[in-house]
């Protein structure tokens, strides 16, 4: 059994910066392709980032492309999310997700593992 584990969340100012971390226990997923989604209070769970098994793939959410990057380190069997100009509009509980595919995925229904969420508050 796959389980992820998000860290590094927490409440930063406006044109701030945190870096999430997803670790991975249970099975390595250095094959499998990975994801950050989040979801705010009364929406509904986006998609955010995307990377292939060997990061060479990566994909943003037009609404972050050019603020974060997504990385993995397979050796660690871990998955970051560096967010920088963080926005009010970013604040939202962020999740780490698994694929059994090694490729990239953009919908939430691509994804077969899924972390608990780390919330991430940014104040303006």
């Known amino acids: 059994q796959v389980q992820l584990v998000e860290s590094g969340g927490g409440l930063v100012q406006a044109g701030g910066s945190l870096r999430l971390s997803c670790a991975a226990s249970?099975?390595?997923?250095?094959?499998?392709?990975m994801g950050w989604f989040r979801q705010a209070p009364g929406k509904e769970r986006e998609f955010v980032a995307t990377?292939?098994?060997?990061?060479?793939?990566?994909y943003y959410a037009d609404s972050v492309k050019g603020r974060f990057i997504i990385s993995r380190d397979n050796a660690k069997n871990t998955v970051y999310l560096q967010m920088n100009s963080l926005k009010a509009e970013d604040t939202a509980v962020y999740y780490c997700?698994?694929?059994?595919?090694?490729?990239?995925?953009?919908?939430?229904?691509?994804?077969?593992?899924w972390g608990q969420g780390t919330q991430v508050t940014v104040s303006s």
């Open positions: 990377i292939s098994w060997s990061g060479g793939t990566t």
């Open positions: 249970g099975r390595t997923l250095s094959n499998n392709g």
């Open positions: 997700a698994a694929r059994r595919q090694s490729g990239i995925g953009i919908t939430k229904y691509e994804y077969d593992y």
